[in-house]
């Protein structure tokens, strides 16, 4: 089912989320409808529960044929994600622009590292790690800081790096 993004500065988005504690029949519901909103957004790649105003530790992503990708998973579903740390892999960051469907009038630069190895449990109840670079290792880190409360201005590199988002028609 397709449901309302809440937008900032819904109280939920700024909270961090608790674990899902099973994967039953209530967790693939919302799985399901974090896939079916982000789907229903030309230019989503990515959704966190808060954003649907659940709070709890999951999020939808899938960058596939996204310009700026270089990893590609496919459409997944994490639930209980965390970032696993990686020698080296904190050292090397790259400034680019994010927007977020719960800020929709705005964008902004933000530093974040160029690879990451996610680990979280799949649909299946299995655990997945996933190592992104490029365009869906920014995706995940974006959808993780929603999962600890923060949007992505939370990290702009500076006030200045925040722009009104351009209209497409």
Known sequence: MIRPVLRLPHPVLARPCEEVNDIDETARSLAR???DTMRSSAHSVGIAAPQLGVSLRAFCLDV????????????????????????????????????????????????????????????????????????????????????EGLLFLDRVVSPERIFSRRVYR
């Open 64 to 147: 596939s044929g996204h310009r700026k990708a270089r990893s590609c998973h496919g459409e997944i579903v994490l639930f209980n994600p965390v970032l696993v740390a990686s020698p080296g892999r904190d050292r090397e960051r790259e400034v680019g622009r994010e927007g977020c469907m719960s800020v929709p009038d705005l964008t902004g630069d933000v530093a974040r590292a160029a690879s990451v190895v996610v680990r979280g449990v799949g649909l299946d109840g299995e655990e997945r790690e996933l190592d992104c670079d490029a365009f869906e290792a920014r995706a995940v880190q974006h959808e993780l800081d929603h999962l």
């Open 33 to 35: 409808d974090l896939l």
